[in-house]
């Protein structure tokens, strides 16, 4: 993989559709049943960074911590377990103890994960962490300029393409086989680790329309679907979801599609969320978002008229991830690994799953609302560390007529 320059977003020309995405989801499948993942629950492309995409906060609530007996409850992040049991997976208890100096440049926002991070941090008083919150791609290009004075020991992204890309620059060291092989294989490399993931969802207004009314190809939509439809293609995650779409489908494909939405006028907001509450307000009626805004909308109104669809097998449907990686200059790269390691904890995992409605990555923790497993999704098989390649999609935009 070659290095990549991001602009100032966060992120194959592909052939015939109807002969490959059989393929692919044979692929995916024959992955995930040799790892034997159960269950899982949903966050964005460079989301984390923009103001009421991924700062939508999730349950919030007060936390408590493990005491280390293997017989009690696991400790709490968050609001309460609303009648789930202790999660599955390793317990921090069991981990490795950390202690020393660690900097974790985070592009994940505080208002979303700062309260596991501190959980963390209170559980180890030799532990002096220190956390630089900022947006995904602005820390890989940070720590890019900072060179081998950076004080990053640990970077948390939002999404696989900034992972990627810091890969790709050649500032993260490998990752050890226990703390990688805590997820499927399709979510990591020996660079670094998803710790969570979201799934490409086709958000629709149950008022207007049902899910059988809704095509199942996304390539479909700008043409055929009857309905107001709405987007936010300034949005890093919908920047990802038109890379994957160029890597699937091709560049000539994708032009078509963004003309064919920019024609007919889909209806553009700031950021995914925003989407998904214009879908439940009646001023659209479907739209392309990730699938745990609708999760959030839900949340504030259990009633609202908005519900998931999924496509198959396509763009559409795509599973990215947020995860971690260990710098290249880590000044301690055991307890950087084992920071990391934290976050792939049962208390992490199931932490994502309540408060910011994501899908965890371990074994044992289930989703929250309606939704259906990893395994259940019809993934396209993709190499998520190709989405930092997002030059080429940003100057398909443009051609297109995009405002972004």
């Keep these: 993989m070659t290095g990549h320059e991001l602009d100032g977003h966060d992120e194959r020309d592909g052939g015939g559709r109807d002969d490959g995405r059989n393929v ?89 994960v700062g309260e596991l991070v501190s959980y963390i941090d209170d559980l180890y008083d030799d532990l002096d962490l220190s956390v630089r919150y900022a947006g995904s791609t602005d820390l890989v290009n940070q720590i890019v300029n900072e060179g081998q004075g950076s004080p990053a020991d640990v970077f948390y992204s939002v999404n696989a393409g900034a992972l990627g890309a810091l890969a790709d620059a050649g500032r993260t060291q490998a990752l050890p086989d226990d703390v990688t092989g805590k997820v499927r294989s399709e979510f990591r490399t020996e660079q670094w680790v998803g710790t969570s993931g979201r799934a490409r969802t086709v958000p629709y207004n149950t008022n207007e329309f049902s899910e059988s009314d809704l095509p199942d190809d996304v390539m479909d939509y700008p043409e055929e679907f009857p309905g107001d439809l709405g987007w936010a293609p300034s949005y890093g995650s919908a920047q990802a979801f038109i890379t994957a779409m160029r890597l699937l489908e091709g560049e000539e494909a994708t032009l078509e599609w963004l003309e064919a939405m920019v024609e007919r006028g889909a209806t553009t907001y700031p950021d995914e969320f925003r989407t998904c509450q214009e879908i439940a307000d009646g001023a659209i009626d479907a739209a392309f978002t990730n699938h745990y805004y609708i999760q959030r909308v839900l949340d504030g109104n259990p009633n609202a008229p908005i519900a998931t669809a999924f496509t198959e097998g396509d763009a559409g449907a ?51 609302g309606d939704l259906p497993t990893i395994d259940e999704l019809d993934v396209p098989d993709i190499d998520l560390a190709e989405l930092s390649n997002l030059e080429p999609t940003i100057d398909l935009m443009r051609e297109a007529g995009v405002q972004i």
């Excluded at 317990?91 to 979303?112: C, D, H, I, K, Q």
């Excluded at 260990?326 to 790269?333: E, G, H, L, N």
Aim: charged share 20%; net charge negative; proline share 6%.
């Design 24 to 112: 692919r989801r044979r692929r995916f499948l024959a992955a995930a049943g040799s790892v034997g993942v159960a269950g899982i629950a949903g966050c964005s492309g460079s989301d984390d960074e923009g103001a009421g995409g991924d700062g939508e906060a999730g349950d919030g609530g007060g936390g408590g911590g493990g005491d280390g007996d293997p017989e009690s409850p696991v400790g709490q992040i968050g609001s309460g377990r609303e009648g789930r049991g202790a999660p599955g997976g390793t317990p921090m208890a069991e981990m490795p103890e950390l202690s020393g100096e660690l900097t974790v440049y985070s592009g994940r926002g505080e208002f979303l």
């Design 318 to 368: 795509m599973f990215n991830v947020a995860g971690a990686a260990v710098v290249d200059t880590a000044s301690d790269a055991d307890l950087a690994s084992n920071f990391v390691r934290h976050l792939l904890s049962a208390e992490a995992q199931d932490y994502f799953a309540r408060s910011t409605f994501e899908y965890p990555l371990i074994p044992g923790v289930e989703p929250i």
